[in-house]
């Protein structure tokens, strides 16, 4: 049952990237180029998003996943070091070339080897990052 | 409304459609950096097959899909070094901060999470930045 669930959540999620326009990294450079000919695509995906997603959240109210245990806490409202340090690199990474993880995964398929080229070095930024987060997280005790 | 918009919208609503099934199905937070970095580091490797299963979903829906709309343009560069240093800010950036623009940016400010707010400020800002920074300062993208 966690499987197909997964699997619909990563079909609406994939579908859902590649029908907004997220795939093309014009349009992300776009919104981010504020002094450019930006473009508000994004604020309507992110609009769009957020309303199924915060129906989803009351729903969960005083209920439990469809599988079973319970749907995860708010977190602690800290804000840490990681937070905005991982936030930054984040946001310099996603305008170099104009693609977060999402969307790298949905254009995988067709971008080219441009795409594997970035989505490797991704998966090698996210294997070196326990180490940075762990520097960052001494620093804030 | 410009077409792209009301494409945007609508594939907001497919992606935040994705979350809801996530959550209210197996309990859990759609974010694609955490779902990814949780199988490169080995913290999610209890739940790997969901994780995998899930991204299966994000890749093949649009490979799907543009079999029968040509939605395939990327615009993503061919430069390698853009590319190289695009992808590791993204992950180590996106693994330091717990999350990208589903987990914080979707998920986290559909229930109005102050660290999901927190961390888009800052991406999107640190993302205009460099973007003004690297097209209209430097005039390398």
Redesign the interface.
Known sequence: MRNIIAFVAGLFFGGGLLVSGMTNTAKVQGWLDVFGAWDPTLAFVMGGAMIPMALAWAYTKGRTPVVGGSFPAKPDPKLGRNLVVGSVLFGAGWATAGLCPGPAIASLSFGGMSLWIFFAAMLGGMLIAPVFKAQLEKMDR | MHI???????????????????????????G??GI??GL??KSGWSTA???I???????????I??QFWE????????N?V?????????????????G???G????G???L???GI???V???????????T???VLGL?
């Open positions: 792209d918009y009301i494409y945007g919208l609508i594939g907001g609503l497919l992606i935040g459609t994705g979350g809801a099934i996530y959550l209210i199905g197996n309990g859990r937070i759609m694609a950096s990814i970095g490169v580091d097959a969901e994780r299963i899930f991204l299966a979903g994000v890749f093949l829906m649009p490979l899909v543009i939605r395939t343009e990327t615009n993503i560069t061919n390698v853009q590319l190289i240093a695009a992808g590791l800010l993204v992950g180590v950036g996106t693994r330091i901060a717990n990208c623009t589903s914080h940016g979707v998920c400010i559909s229930r999470s102050l660290r927190v961390a888009t800052f991406y999107i800002g640190a993302g205009g930045l460099t973007m003004a690297l097209r209209h993208i």
